[in-house]
């Protein structure tokens, strides 16, 4: 099984990556954009095909490692197959 | 004192801390490799910049769960002294060490410039040998030095008395133009509830020979010499 996980800024916590990419989109044209957060995106291929049992390892993994929970949220996302987890 | 240099892959100031305890300071210095999961017998433990595993992922995030950095742990539960510096702080906060993290600098650079520093703890191993309220000037060289934390553990953090080093102007004013990276609180270093884990962004490794035109940052070596780990609780029973 194939997820993708997610992490992100948290939505309190002013990005300056973010910020400066959004800067630079309304210089080539976007105006309109309010908000980027930058963040990182990660495939997992997984060696188990129980969902659930996957949402644990990954909700895991981002806790001890992908993420630091003091300034980053993640989201996860089984591709594929069985359909997409929150 | 026996003090251990921690270097991992991409460490890059270990050669400069070991220079300073070893040929300032006259003290008995080892390399602790970060695959090592003992300390030989060190009382001091530094963990010096640089860029330990690439940055990858986030910085410090990789040499966190490096197995020296379990002997570190334990050293530092045990009242041992540690001290990091620069992408050394950024592995405290990863290992849970030190509280809070570390992002990009707010105005994205990498910022590399002498900064004055406020001293607001000066009863630590590490500052005894400075005064309450004392500027120094050291330099920093970092892209992701801007502390953050939650409101709620920023209060603890001063509560706690453990914020060790703020940006400050010349005069020891504590302004937003003195503040490099845009770090909460103007926070340059900090310690642990029991003052035996500091962690600071600047480099008081690269200020604490007179040949270099600043010595700075020597108090902070020579203090945590002059204590040892052995006397911690002594120093701790008297705050």
Known sequence: MKARVTVYPRREILDPQGKAIRDALT?????????????????????????????????????KLLANTVVEDYSLEILGGAGAQP | ?????????????????????????????????????????CELIVLPGGFAYGDYLRAGALAALSPVMGAVKRHAEAGGLVLGICNGFQVLLEAGLLPGAMRRNENLRFQCLDV???????????????????????????????????????????????????????????TSESNPNGAARNI???????????????????????????????????????VGSRHLQAAGAGR
């Open chain 1, 27 to 63: 210089r080539v044209g976007f105006p309109g954009v309010d908000d980027v957060r930058a963040g990182k995106s990660f495939e997992i291929s997984l060696g188990t095909e129980d969902l659930q049992a996957a949402d644990r390892q990954l909700r895991e993994m981002c806790e």
């Open chain 2, 1 to 41: 004192m026996k003090c251990g240099v921690v270097v991992f892959p991409g460490s890059n100031c270990d050669h400069d801390v070991y220079h300073v305890l070893k040929h300032v300071l006259e003290q008995e210095v080892t390399f602790l490799w970060h695959q090592d999961d003992s300390l030989q017998g």
């Open chain 2, 116 to 174: 004055h520093l406020r001293t607001e703890r000066a009863d630590l191993p590490f500052t005894r040998r400075l005064k309450p309220g004392q500027v120094l000037r050291l330099p920093i060289a970092h892209a992701e030095g801007n502390y953050e934390d939650s409101p709620a553990r920023l209060d603890a953090l001063e509560a706690n008395g453990q914020v060790v080093f703020r940006y400050c102007e010349p005069d020891g004013r504590i």
């Open chain 2, 188 to 226: 340059a270093g900090i310690c642990n509830v029991a003052g035996n884990v500091l962690g600071l962004m600047p480099h008081p490794e690269r200020c604490s020979e007179a040949v270099l035109g600043n010595t700075d940052g020597l108090a902070l070596f020579a203090s945590a010499v002059e």
